[in-house]
T-cell receptor, first 112, second 114 residues
Framework: KQEVTQIPAALSVPEGENLVLNCSFT??????LQWFRQDPGKGLTSLLL?????REQTSGRLNASLDKSSGRSTLYIAASQPGDSATYLC???????????FGKGNQVVVIP | SAVISQKPSRDICQRGTSLTIQCQVD?????MFWYRQQPGQSLTLIAT?????????ESGFVIDKFPISRPNLTFSTLTVSNMSPEDSSIYLC???????????FGPGTRLLVL
């Protein structure tokens, strides 16, 4: 079964610390992996898309890595700010599917 | 990128009535999707909206309850029929140009059924 897992469900970090969020998936046969941010009651904002042939993607303070063989991706947010408080969702497009498989998300609070 | 808008942004409806949610994408896309997100939960895919043909529904969702239209490559509607309080959720429209590309989401429609 193709599943995506994000642990822990919730975490808090002091402002200025680096955030590390983990995503694991059960099948290495993927097209790509996407990280999203969701603020309460809002839609999803795409942060980074990593193709299966790539090892990492960077955008500003965000860096996402992909290790297909171990079924893992990590999202790093450098020098966290209170505005980074949100739920972060990992989603995988597995081969043989047209639809994204979502993890349950990491709810992040950055404490000023 | 693609910008997706949804109407209405929120609504309060009475049990037994129906609501149609509209989704507009600012550019042509191959794939459009409808999701539901219940409070405190992750996203659940309702169906893939196919242009010019019937939508493809996920297990647990049926056309009579959630009829979907997709008349062209930029627009889709989702109707929530014969609503009950259990249908209270955020409904999200999503789109992607092609398999290898970024998937974008609309701002969502917050539905409360009394």
């Amino acid at each position: 079964k193709q599943e995506v897992t994000q642990i822990p469900a919730a975490l808090s970090v002091p402002e200025g610390e680096n955030l590390v969020l983990n995503c694991s998936f059960t099948d290495s046969a993927i097209y790509n992996l996407q990280w999203f941010r969701q603020d309460p009651g809002k839609g999803l904002t795409s942060l980074l898309l990593i193709q299966s042939s790539q090892r990492e993607q960077t955008s500003g303070r965000l860096n996402a890595s992909l290790d297909k063989s171990s079924g893992r991706s990590t999202l790093y947010i450098a020098a966290s700010q209170p505005g980074d408080s949100a739920t972060y969702l990992c989603a995988v497009l597995f081969y043989g599917n047209n639809r994204l498989a979502f993890g349950k998300g990491n709810q992040v609070v950055v404490i000023p | 990128s693609a910008v997706i808008s949804q109407k209405p942004s929120r609504d309060i409806c009475q049990r037994g009535t129906s609501l149609t949610i509209q989704c507009q994408v600012d550019s042509q896309v191959t794939m459009m999707f409808w999701y539901r997100q219940q409070p405190g939960q992750s996203l659940t895919l309702i169906a893939t909206a196919n242009q010019g043909s019937e939508a493809t529904y996920e297990s647990g969702f049926v056309i009579d309850k959630f009829p979907i239209s997709r008349p062209n490559l930029t627009f889709s509607t989702l109707t929530v029929s014969n609503m009950s309080p259990e249908d209270s959720s955020i409904y999200l429209c999503s789109a992607r140009r092609d398999k290898g590309e970024t998937q974008y989401f609309g701002p969502g429609t917050r539905l409360l059924v009394l």
